[in-house]
């Protein structure tokens, strides 16, 4: 399995920007499907998840109410919808996949991950 992440870049404080992270390989049927970031300087952090089967997603607090994840299982494709952003939000921003059961917010529990697309968020 290999997956691409794109779409990140330089937006204003309050703007949007979607992510995108395209899956190829074998037979892609993951449990779940997460984002992370990681922030100059500091650990990767979880964002949040969607089920692959169900499209049940799960967010940090930090930005629940402002991103939304989807999928298109026909394309392979997972987004992240990023809305009212701030410069807090700025990191690398990394997709990953899971084949076992459960949402699980640690980096260790995903199996691939995708390279990272940078996002930065200007005051």
């Known amino acids: 399995v290999q997956l691409q992440a794109s779409g990140g870049g330089l937006v204003q404080a309050g703007g949007s920007l979607v992510l995108s992270c395209a899956a190829s390989?074998?037979?892609?049927?993951?449990?779940?499907m997460a984002w992370f970031r990681q922030p100059p300087g500091k650990e990767r952090r979880y964002v949040g998840t969607?089920?692959?089967?169900?499209?049940?997603?799960f967010y940090a607090d930090s930005v629940k109410g402002r991103f939304t994840i989807s999928r298109d299982k026909a394309k392979n494709m997972v987004y992240l919808r990023m809305d009212s952003l701030r410069p807090e939000d700025t990191a690398v921003y990394s997709c990953?996949?899971?084949?076992?059961?459960?949402?699980?917010?640690?980096?260790?529990?995903?199996?691939?991950w995708g390279q990272g697309t940078q996002v930065t968020v200007s005051s």
């Open positions: 990953a996949s899971r084949d076992g059961f459960g949402v699980k917010t640690r980096p260790s529990d995903y199996d691939y």
């Open positions: 390989g074998r037979t892609f049927s993951p449990y779940a």
């Open positions: 969607i089920s692959w089967s169900a499209g049940t997603t």
